[in-house]
């Protein structure tokens, strides 16, 4: 190799090509690649991007092959190697430019591509039995069965296709692996006004017995004295708040204002604190447990009262003057308005939409039949909740338990009302 200059023997093609598929929908960039050879011998040794097709057709009308040949000489010829390095970068940046016209005349196929690694799916991986794991752990609990109902005393899904929760029809094993990975926090709200202080401390102890153990879990205590809330115990990641409001002279007053208060707290504070937010009354017990089961984006608990009659019996609002007007063949359910919940942002829209009404009904001079429980009927007509929870949710003491209702969650307690909306 004297004198610098390669024998023609020595010459080093290099060819870079182009493949293009013409298809009856357009252009499609098929392949890139490019030929190396020695001594005036070419084969293929590598591929840029193989078996790339960006149309979807093999009806090939035509294939453009563009071929540039570079010849490569003595490494110590600078100004030919700065040529070659021009055209080069002169030829990809015109490729570039014309798979960008071909290619953007014709519409967008959404083909998945596959950049084949041989050596990579050549390598054989020592297994080693110390350092092995599982990718995903295993969970055995009893093959659901599509042709057999787990309940068949009651309605399970409503006719807009929202579950309605029951016992029997959930695994709570499953439920608990679906949704304590994802670190929630659930929010509660109640409001302690006036004689209803005296609920708190049994109240918060059942919840920290049953409501959603195992899962951080907020409560917000809205009460017009919090000198006098009682402290209780909570476990690991559960927070007790005391909002302090307005006392109202009326229970009604106070009743109709809980949508507001909830729908401000949101906005202000809980919006940023919670994942899911139930709103509940202060005078109730939990007896079983409440869990994942309840989450949804817009919940609705079955009144006790009501779940087996005709809705013409229904204590909807019949005032057509009222927002929260429904006529007798209207109705889905009576929903009772000491529980409800979802996820924070639509209880947030949910509590301003019935919180607009009310305000609509005062300016009237309307109140409705059961204040905010009649706006929130309403609501859930127009709106359909996307899960129902049943009677077992929110009993009533006084009345015995039905055999549909195999255990009762949480219960009204039995109280004089007079005496404590006194």
């Not at 504070?269 to 509940?280: E, G, I, K, P, S």
Request: aromatic fraction near 14%; glycine fraction near 6%.
């Amino acid at each position: 190799m004297g004198g610098g200059k390669l024998k023609p023997c020595e010459i080093l093609p290099f060819e870079i090509f182009l493949l293009v598929h013409h298809t009856t929908k357009g252009c499609g960039l098929y392949h890139i690649g490019f030929r190396q050879g020695t001594r005036g011998s070419c084969h293929r040794v590598h591929s840029l991007f193989a078996d790339f097709l960006l149309s979807g057709e093999t009806n090939i009308r035509s294939e453009l092959w563009i071929s540039l040949i570079l010849l490569f000489s003595s490494p110590g010829n600078m100004k030919l190697q700065k040529l070659i390095l021009s055209v080069l970068a002169l030829t990809f940046s015109t490729i570039s430019f014309f798979i960008g016209v071909l290619i953007g005349k014709g519409p967008t196929h959404y083909l998945p591509y596959y950049l084949p690694c041989p050596d990579l799916f050549a390598l054989k991986l020592q297994y080693r039995e110390e350092n092995s794991h599982q990718l995903f752990p295993q969970f055995f609990y009893p093959q659901p069965k599509s042709v057999q109902q787990t309940r068949s005393d009651v309605l399970t899904v409503t006719p807009w296709l929202a579950p309605i929760v029951w016992e029997g029809t959930f695994n709570p094993e499953i439920l608990d692996s679906i949704y304590k990975p994802l670190n929630l926090t659930i929010g509660m709200t109640a409001f302690a006004v006036g004689k209803y202080i005296r609920f708190v401390s049994h109240f918060l102890e059942s919840a920290e017995q049953y409501f959603m153990v195992g899962y951080h879990v907020n409560y917000y205590i809205f009460t017009d004295n919090p000198k006098d809330i009682s402290v209780v115990r909570l476990q690991p990641g559960r927070t007790l708040h005391l909002i302090p409001i307005k006392k109202y002279a009326h229970w009604q007053e106070i009743s109709m204002r809980r949508m507001e208060a909830i729908n401000r707290y949101i906005s202000d504070t809980a919006h940023r604190d919670v994942d899911y937010l139930f709103c509940l009354d202060i005078d109730m017990l939990f007896h079983n447990p409440w869990g994942p089961e309840t989450l949804g984006e817009m919940v609705a608990v079955i009144h006790p009262g009501y779940y087996k009659v005709s809705r013409t019996a229904f204590p909807y609002e019949r005032r057509p003057a009222s927002m929260a007007y429904i006529s007798k063949e209207e109705g889905d359910f009576y929903y009772c308005g000491a529980a409800f919940g979802g996820l924070v942002k639509n209880v947030y829209e949910f509590t301003r939409a019935c919180h607009m009404t009310i305000l609509a009904d005062k300016a009237n001079g309307i109140m409705a039949a059961w204040q905010e429980e009649s706006h929130l009927n309403r609501h859930f007509l127009s709106q359909k909740p996307s899960k129902l929870l049943s009677p077992e949710y929110l009993w009533d003491d006084t009345k015995s338990k039905p055999p549909e209702l195999r255990l009762i969650r949480v219960s009204t307690l039995s109280k004089n009302y007079r005496e404590v909306r006194d």
